[in-house]
């Protein structure tokens, strides 16, 4: 079936280290690999995406790996800062980009 | 206005009652979605809506309607719900589908409490 699933569900770090989540995915057909971001009582934001012809994005403290052959992509953050504290959701795309399936989230805690 | 807006943000109703939910997008997409997040299910996709047509329907009970009369407008009809629907809705909003990797946007969401 249709399923993400995402590891851990909870992530506490010191402030300036790294945290890294991850996901594996169903379908190998899956070709879209978005990361969004949710602040306390806010909507989740996209902050980072990967398609499935590459194997690795960067933009600034985040990266998002994917390995196509094994079905799984982890999102990195570096030198983390407080404002990083929140809940992350990954997600792949199923039916040709038809629909998002999301994972379970992890909520990061950074800790000053 | 602009991107994602949802009516209302807050809403409280009784099992008897029928409320609607609103969506407006004003980003010129094709696609638009709804989806239930609660403590259980985090991000639990309802329905998709493509060019106003439903594409997608995820076992949602029956006492969940939506409705799509034109691209940048979604409706949620609820009545008769249960204490266990209780939760945030949020629409969310997409170039379109067929193309891939589209980013969605997501509205603020409606915080919807049955007693």
């Known amino acids: 079936g249709e399923n993400v699933e995402q590891h851990p569900s909870t992530l506490s770090v010191q402030e300036g280290d790294s945290a890294v989540i991850k996901c594996t995915y169903s379908?190998?057909?899956?070709?879209?690999f978005p990361w969004y971001k949710q602040e306390l009582g806010k909507r989740p934001q996209l902050i980072i995406d990967i398609r499935s012809n590459v194997g690795e994005k960067k933009d600034q403290r985040i990266a998002v790996t994917l390995n196509k052959t094994a079905k799984h992509f982890s999102l990195h953050i570096t030198e983390t800062q407080p404002e990083d504290s929140a809940v992350y959701f990954c997600a792949a795309s199923f039916q040709g980009a038809q629909k998002l399936v999301f994972g379970q989230g992890t909520r990061l805690t950074i800790n000053p | 206005e602009t991107g994602v807006t949802q009516t209302p943000r807050h809403l409280v109703m009784g099992m008897t009652n029928k409320k609607s939910l609103k969506c407006e997008q004003h980003?010129?997409?094709?696609?638009m979605y709804w989806y239930k997040q609660s403590a259980k299910k985090p991000l639990e996709l309802m329905f998709v809506?493509?060019?106003?047509?439903?594409?997608e329907n995820n076992s949602v009970p029956s006492r969940f309607s939506p409705e799509c009369p034109n691209s940048s407008h979604l409706f949620l009809h609820l009545h008769t719900l249960q204490p266990e629907d209780s939760a945030l809705y949020l629409c969310?909003?997409?170039?379109?589908?067929?193309?891939?990797?589209?980013?969605?946007?997501f509205g603020p969401g409606t915080r919807l409490t049955v007693l």
């Open positions: 980003l010129g997409h094709n696609a």
């Open positions: 379908d190998s057909a899956s070709n879209y």
């Open positions: 809506y493509n060019f106003k047509e439903q594409t």
């Open positions: 969310a909003s997409s170039g379109g589908i067929g193309l891939a990797g589209n980013e969605q946007f």
